[in-house]
């Protein structure tokens, strides 16, 4: 039996002291009421107030019979914590509109706060509870007394504070936190529920009345495609304030500061801005970013709310190695010749052939000698050593573009040690008779389990033709071998399909007009490999159809495992560059430019010498074709940055994932991290095992240092023998702007806020309701509370209750003659 009522002075609750003689009670009362009722039955209608007196002095009286126990509780003076937290990062340092900055009301508030005469409201709190003062920026400190508090931290660890308390305090009496902070933290979490279990937190709003215009880089997000002309998309979403009529200015700039681009519109636009670049080199690449407000005349606004978060330096990771494409061709041919040609001045592609100039060596050889077996393209070789000099009946190869004597020497890759160190494969005019059943179930182990690109190209010896269907390789591709279909009479003309319309990858232009006039201009194509079945899950990018508009696919790709297959089925796609090179003849010879996809084909080179550039058409879609077949393959030493803000300012965790060979993750490996930072001073750190992802290794850097830093990984493994492997290395690096992520923003985040503050079960309050937020703080729920109890029965009042409740009532039935 138990009655709660809140006051002003804590929660009071009525309860039972000696619950054994409720039923006498319960009796002793029923009784009395209903010999109340007996008596008064007739004059029941008249006595009505009479006789509910009687009843209740009554039922006062049985109650005393349990010893009603009057108790009330109020946090025990000095035994709960209650912690204030202020945040001291330099985010305070903006103005507001009464032309003070937030760091100045915050110094007034605490010293209203810290006041003695009247009792501040920190004292106030210290009366009541045991009082801890924290400052908070890069990390969690306690202080005695705040005294003059000095704004200059470099970061906001607002949820890291926030967590560390939770963890500290786990089991004691903690009643709240009161947070004293703008919001902006520099290391928000995906969610503040991970908070949940924390005593309730109180953040104090302050006024966001600025006055001041701001413009900020609010955000950068980069990605990469396989399009030729800007791989690299820059999307800049700004952060304008008191807009007005200004206009804002971002403009992007390249790690030297030399201008690339710049965009001006209305600063009430809150759409980003695009950026499209091509870098010349590979690796990691600096970009910055600045934004600026310009006035009607066009003239920069210098009196902004900060300048600090104008500039944003962002970095783009192109990766360290070129990817490395192996194209086998069953015979030398143009297609061939022009896709190298398209990728040799690419610092991201390698393009490596082997390419079968004979299937066999002819009966008749005037320069062989009597008793050779072997074929006299290879005389000069050692007679023991067989495995070199390759016999008549051996198909001839040749290897173009390898790194060295033994690079591709046996020919097609046996083993996945060899075939592994590439990226993607080309397949062009080559049957499947010319591999082993084992190097067939090795392409179809590159692209499942190693994630490696299969592009088959069109040709006589290729898809159907060439006999892939029922072999492990035919069962990679998009297209379905098993069943034929009628050729096509005459030329064919390629279109795109809707799927295609909207892969980067697939278009030259960004214009449709112009992506329409370039698919007009291209030729008809003679040679087709006619599959009209496409597998479940494939994408048809291209198709082709013929004067009667027949169709049938021309590119079609799809994921297959961890990698990717695709199907040109064009067998004489380089009529497309010839067309081009006769175009450009022409134009000269007319003295005539070409408006619509320019073309300025490479020069003669010498050995040696540098390549210029492919800018045509078709090269530029081959560049984009072999991009996008390489461009989600994992490497052998894939070295990822995590910014780790829990851990200090800049502070950020390198983790680097190992693969053997094999691209099984190797977790017997030495890792080494060799970091550069913006001066140019070197730092090695040794990779740790991480304990939670086998074959990742790990290290923590401190990058205060605003700039660009660089990192190289090496890794060192050992075979199954024991002996050394080469080493593997891998490189990145990143953006490291404490400052910038200080004042990102100059609004206070009301809805990390308010959210910290419905996950823990407190509030917020505004900074002029402190002093009313103070005084509720006893009447609030704590851990320890002080219990305060006394009998109901004892204290004078009761009694008094029920004499007047037995008085009235006698003198009621007096006053109108009754006994």
């Known amino acids: ?177 009161v947070l004293i902070s703008d919001g902006n933290a520099t290391d928000l979490p995906a969610s503040a529920e991970q908070l949940s279990g924390i005593a309730p937190v109180y953040p104090i709003l302050m006024r966001d009345d600025g006055n001041y215009p701001d413009a900020a880089i609010g955000s950068v997000a980069t990605s990469q495609t396989a399009f030729d002309d800007a791989p690299v998309t820059i999307l800049v979403q700004p952060a304008v304030l008191q807009a007005g009529s200004y206009q804002l200015q971002v403009t992007l700039l390249d790690a030297e500061g030399n201008l690339l681009e710049t965009q001006t519109r209305p600063a009430s636009d809150d759409t980003p801005f695009r950026f499209r670049n091509r870098p010349t080199e590979g690796g990691t690449v600096f970009y910055q970013v600045r934004a600026s407000l310009l006035d009607p005349s066009g003239e920069e606004v210098v009196e902004e709310t900060t300048l600090v978060n104008n500039d944003r330096l962002i970095s783009v990771d192109r990766g360290s190695q070129p990817r490395r ?73 040749v290897r173009i573009g390898t790194r060295d004597d033994n690079e591709l020497r046996g020919g097609f890759p046996e083993t996945a040690e060899e075939l592994f160190v590439y990226d993607a494969i080309v397949l062009d005019d080559i049957e499947a008779g010319f591999f082993l059943a084992d190097q067939l179930t090795l392409i179809y182990d590159f692209v499942s389990r190693r994630g490696g690109g299969l592009l088959m190209l069109g040709g006589q010896e290729s898809f159907r033709q060439g006999e892939y269907d029922r072999t492990p390789v035919g069962e990679m591709l998009p297209v379905d071998l098993s069943r034929s279909m009628d050729v096509p009479v005459g030329p064919v003309r390629m279109t795109l399909t809707r799927d295609g319309w909207l892969q980067p990858w697939i278009r030259i232009y960004d214009d449709e007009s112009e992506e329409q006039d370039r ?92 390549a210029n550039e492919d800018y045509g058409q078709h090269a530029s879609a081959c560049r984009q074709m072999l991009r996008w077949l390489v461009s989600d393959v994992p490497r052998q030493l894939d070295i990822s940055i995590k910014p780790d803000p829990a851990l200090g300012v800049g502070s950020v965790r390198i ?145 008094l209750i029920a004499i007047g409740c037995f008085a009235t009532d006698w003198t009621l039935r007096r006053r109108r003659g009754l006994p």
Not at 585 to 606: F, H, K, Y
Request: hydrophobic share 40%.
């Open 325 to 397: 494409v192996l194209y086998v061709s069953g015979r030398p041919n143009w297609e061939f010749k022009f896709l190298r040609r398209a990728v040799e001045t690419d610092p991201m592609l390698e393009l490596v052939g082997l390419i079968r100039i004979a299937k066999k060596e002819a009966k008749f050889d005037f320069r062989g000698r009597d008793g050779e077996r072997s074929n006299s393209l290879f005389r000069g070789f050692e007679k023991d050593e067989q495995e070199i000099a390759e016999e008549y009946d051996e198909p001839v190869m």
């Open 655 to 799: 983790q680097a994932t190992v693969k053997g060979p094999d691209f099984e993750l190797r977790e017997n490996a030495d890792v080494r991290f060799d970091v550069v930072d913006p001066d140019g001073r070197p730092l090695q750190i040794v990779g740790e095992p991480s304990a939670n992802d086998p074959g990742v290794f790990e290290a923590v850097v401190a990058a205060e240092k605003a700039g660009a830093w660089r990192v190289t990984g090496t890794a060192q493994m050992v075979d199954d023998e024991g002996e050394d492997l080469d080493p593997i290395v891998a490189a990145s690096g990143w953006a490291s702007q404490p400052d910038q992520d200080e004042m990102k923003s100059v609004r206070i985040n009301h809805t990390f806020l308010k959210e910290v503050a419905d996950v823990s079960g407190g509030r917020t309050v505004s900074i002029d309701d402190i002093d009313s937020f103070v005084d509720s703080l006893p009447q609030t729920s704590v851990p320890l509370v002080e219990i305060h109890s006394w009998p109901l029965w004892h204290q004078w009042w009761v009694f």
């Open 1 to 177: 039996m138990m009655c709660e009522l809140w006051t002003q002075t804590g929660l009071i609750t009525i309860v039972a002291g000696d619950p054994d003689w409720l039923p006498a009670a319960v009796g002793v009362a029923i009784l009395g009421v209903a010999l109340a009722l007996w008596l008064n039955w007739r004059r029941l209608s008249g006595q009505v107030l009479g006789t509910t007196l009687r009843i209740a002095g009554w039922m006062l009286l049985a109650a005393c019979l349990v010893n009603p126990l009057w108790t009330s509780s109020r946090p025990k003076r000095g035994a709960n914590v209650l912690a204030v937290v202020t945040d001291i990062s330099r985010s305070h340092l903006v103005k507001t509109d009464s032309e003070q900055s937030r760091s100045e009301i915050l110094k007034r508030l605490i010293e209203v706060g810290e006041s003695n005469e009247p009792a501040g409201w920190l004292n106030r709190i210290d009366q009541d509870f045991e009082l801890r003062r924290y400052v908070v920026s890069d990390r969690l400190r306690q202080v005695e007394q705040y005294g003059d508090l000095q704004f200059e931290g470099v970061a906001s660890s607002v949820y890291t504070a926030l967590d560390q308390l939770k963890q500290r305090y786990d089991g004691q009496p903690l009643a709240g936190i």
């Open 519 to 610: 698919l007009d201009r291209m030729p008809g194509f003679l040679t087709l490999n006619a599959t009209g079945f496409v597998r479940l899950g494939a994408v048809v990018m291209a198709e082709v159809q013929d004067t009667s508009d027949n169709r049938w696919p021309a590119l079609v790709t799809q994921r297959f495992g961890k990698g990717r297959s695709a199907a040109l089925c064009i067998g004489d796609f380089w009529r497309w560059r010839l067309r081009e090179g006769l175009d450009s003849l022409r134009d000269a010879d007319g003295n005539q430019s070409m408006t619509n996809g320019q073309m300025r084909s490479p020069s003669i080179v010498a050995p040696g010498g540098i």
